[in-house]
């Protein structure tokens, strides 16, 4: 089955965080319109080559066309106008850097296939395989059921309030009719009475006090009522929906993302609009008392107690309602919520979970950064919000109807105060540990109430530089994993002590949330030993941007550029679980010394500050001494050039004699290299004909050529360290690389390093040629 058709059977939560996912960037309705076609291109692939880009995206732009032409004969209107409306938006926007879309689309369908993966999981799991997802349902099951207690109570109360209204009606009647006959003005003078007249006093004293006695049972049922909904309301705010908030809080840091709010939604429309109908009951009741009213009437002495209590109420769940749903965020930068730059744009959207259609198009939002300055840190920067910062909440530009408001246009930009846009020179914090709050201002009129509504995001950090995202991302790492305080913005003047168990969770969710594989127990172990040495109890110090000991870098920076460079690079080889990525130098050799020769294993560069990973193989010297041998690491330069499937699958070393041989055989602990990464390498290309326009066959085709990557003369350091081999060239080389590129043919790589060989021997030069030679020349010999 198609990946979008699966999508579409997903239960409701699923499918909100799927609308998520799309924008004007790409628009659902394409990825709807051409849903097929779409999966059938290998988009990861066009992210890193802007020829196949640049091909993809006219393919694209046909296949709207196409589509175009079919909504034309359907007389489809509408679409007509959204298909053209999104190929003028993706022209103008994408033409010029087409790799641009293809990392949004790539990105998309990837984050489908993780959606996918969790919802099979959490079906195939079960509750019963989680202990808290059994008491979770259960107190929703509680509070569902309160919920519809309260609903019928409520209804009740109607039914009592039309039998009050009927009763008093009655009484009303009777009184006045006996009043228009003088009758009580007889009995008031104290003259006699027939008995006619006493028989109808004695039933009007009787329908006095029956109403009487239902006025108080609806007064003490209305103030249990309410008790009700201040209790189910609690449970609503102060537990489902912080609740949300902190899994909002560890969604933004890469834990699960269960953050969907249609059920709480549910529940808080449902406990508003009962509360709404039990005002009204109360005002019926002012109107009642204000007809008939008698002395100990407990309408007056209660009523005012039940108007204040319902009032407060409602305006608490009003302004707890109003929330962010989603945090601010660049959008080229989607994995890294909380981090904004100065002068590029971010988005976020708030949400009013009262779903009230009379208030669609009614609340203007705005909003504002550090609006509570008197809490920042003395010395903070102080910045100005450009762009449309007001907007108009509605149901529209929601998938499910919801009233909320999505700013795509706000960007910050720093005032200047003379002190490099500081406010006082004697700053404690630095910049990518200083925290800044969006608030988001409103005002509800609602049935002759005015409630002002505020809310906040998430604090942020505001950079000025990209080459301070690691940095401020651990920032926002180490707030949002030791606190749910909504805004305490001095949190790094002292920032509390996370326990290893608490940071290891958060590096395993920086992997596993944007590919399908976290951190092993072995892996983070070794992050362990590199961070803390002994000190595995606590880690005061990781989110600082401190260099780590002996490198001229941060740990964030180096951990940030690794996780880039597998999900750019080798996600495909991360994904399947053969990369061992994080392991020390001793355990490396611990486990390859019992394997046989050409035995290796793939790990991340220790000393690559933009990320860079290398494999480690098993062999053989002349005297049957095993050896641990390490190619210096390939970075992201080089994996742009070539994947890293095929740098494995042709990487070459010279032995004694200059003959070419590959080292690596099996991937450890014993999977032949050709099956696991062989289905990863793409097919060559079948040569094409010279003349292809004029139908003319070649008679002489070029002799295709292919890149391999080769080491020189291993015998020269086969006794070198292994951090000498990882940290420098090796002897020989003047490329300053331990392997380079060549493309060539078989043959002519085979003559020219024979000859080189004669005339230079024990010095090989590093070759880079790229030859063609036709038929008569060479004929092709494979390598």
């Not at 500081?422 to 200083?434: C, F, G, H, P």
Request: with cysteine; proline share 5%; charged share 25%.
């Amino acid at each position: 089955m198609a990946q979008w058709n699966q999508l579409q059977q997903l239960e409701t939560r699923y499918l909100e965080q799927l609308y998520h996912l799309y924008s004007d960037s790409f628009p659902m309705e394409l990825r709807q319109f051409l849903a097929p076609w779409i999966e059938s291109q290998d988009w990861a692939y066009a992210a890193n080559k802007e020829s196949h880009a640049t091909l993809v995206f006219h393919n694209l732009l046909g296949e709207i066309d196409q589509q175009y032409s079919r909504f034309l004969q359907e007389n489809n209107v509408l679409y007509q106008h959204n298909l053209r409306r999104i190929k003028q938006h993706l022209q103008s926007k994408y033409l010029e850097k087409p790799m641009e879309i293809a990392r949004i689309v790539a990105r998309c369908l990837w984050e489908e296939q993780r959606l996918l993966q969790t919802a099979t999981t959490a079906q195939q799991d079960g509750q019963g395989a989680h202990p808290t997802g059994t008491v979770v349902t259960e107190k929703q099951q509680i509070l569902e059921h309160n919920l519809q207690d309260i609903r019928k109570r409520v209804q009740d109360m109607e039914q009592k309030m039309k039998m009050l209204e009927n009763l008093q009606d009655d009484f009303d009647f009777n009184y006045k009719t006996l009043k228009s006959a003088g009758e009580l003005s007889q009995d008031l003078n104290g003259n006699s009475q027939a008995a006619a007249t006493r028989q109808k006093m004695a039933q009007l004293e009787q329908m006095l006090s029956a109403l009487d006695q239902l006025r108080r049972q609806i007064v003490t049922e209305m103030a249990g009522l309410l008790s009700a909904m201040d209790f189910v309301q609690k449970n609503l705010t102060d537990e489902e929906l912080a609740d949300w908030k902190r899994r909002q809080q560890i969604a933004c840091i890469g834990g699960p993302p269960n953050i969907c709010l249609d059920r709480l939604e549910t529940w808080i429309t449902s406990l508003a609009e009962s509360q709404l109908q039990i005002r009204q009951q109360i005002k019926k009741l002012e109107e009642l008392q204000q007809k008939v009213s008698y002395k100990g009437d407990p309408i007056i002495q209660h009523r005012p107690a039940l108007e204040e209590k319902i009032v407060n109420l409602f305006r608490n769940l009003m302004k707890s309602a109003f929330v962010v749903e989603r945090q601010p965020c660049m959008p080229m930068h989607p994995d890294r919520p909380l981090v904004i730059k100065t002068g590029v744009q971010f988005t976020n959207k708030v949400r009013l979970l009262v779903k009230f259609p009379e208030l669609n198009y009614q609340l203007k939002i705005k909003v504002c950064i550090d609006k509570e300055s008197g809490d920042a840190v003395r010395g903070s920067r102080k910045f100005n919000i450009l762009g449309t910062n007001t907007k108009v909440m509605n149901m529209e530009e929601s998938n499910n109807g919801s009233l909320s408001a999505e700013f795509k246009h706000l960007t910050l930009r720093e005032q200047r105060c003379g002190n490099g846009g500081r406010t006082n020179s004697d700053a404690s914090l630095i910049v990518t540990e200083e925290l800044h709050l969006i608030t988001f201002e409103t005002e509800v009129y609602h049935q002759g109430l005015k409630i002002d509504l505020e809310t906040h995001s998430l604090p942020v950090v505001v950079i000025s530089n990209i080459c301070q995202m690691p940095n401020a991302w651990a920032s926002i790492l180490w707030y949002n994993m030791l606190t749910n305080h909504p805004k305490n913005v001095n949190f790094f003047t002292k920032p509390p002590v996370a326990t290893w168990d608490q940071v290891a969770e958060i590096l395993s969710w920086q992997f596993s949330s944007t590919t399908k594989r976290g951190l092993t127990i072995e892996q983070l172990t070794t992050l362990a030993e590199k961070l803390l040495g002994e000190r595995k109890c606590a880690c005061p110090n990781v989110w600082a941007c401190e260099n780590m000991a002996g490198k001229g870098f941060s740990f964030w920076v180096w951990l940030d550029n690794i996780i880039d460079l597998v999900k750019k690079y080798i996600l495909a080889l991360w994904n399947e679980g053969y990369i061992m990525g994080f392991i020390s130098k001793e355990r490396e050799r611990a486990i390859l010394s019992p394997k046989p020769p050409g035995t290796f294993l793939l790990r991340f560069s220790e000393s690559s500050k933009e990320g860079g990973i290398t494999f480690t193989w098993v062999e053989k010297d002349i005297n049957g001494k095993t050896q641990i041998q390490s190619v210096e690491p390939y970075t992201k330069q080089q994996l742009s050039s070539m994947s890293f499937a095929e740098i494995i699958m042709g990487y070459k070393i010279m032995d004694a004699t200059n003959i070419l041989v590959s080292p690596l055989v099996y991937l450890f602990p014993e999977i032949p290299k050709e099956e696991a990464f062989g289905r990863f390498c793409r097919p060559e290309a079948q040569p094409e004909p010279e003349f292809p326009e004029s139908g003319c066959k070649s008679t002489q085709p070029y002799l295709k050529t292919k890149f391999i990557c080769v080491t020189p003369c291993p015998s020269v350091f086969m006794d070198f360290p292994d951090s000498e081999l990882l940290g420098n060239a090796f002897p020989g080389t003047n490329s300053g690389n331990t392997s380079d590129l060549f493309p060539m043919s078989p043959r002519t790589l085979d003559s020219i390093m024979h000859s080189e060989a004669e005339a230079n021997p024990g010095q090989l030069e590093s070759l880079t040629l790229d030859m063609e030679l036709s038929s008569d020349v060479a004929s092709p010999t494979s390598m």
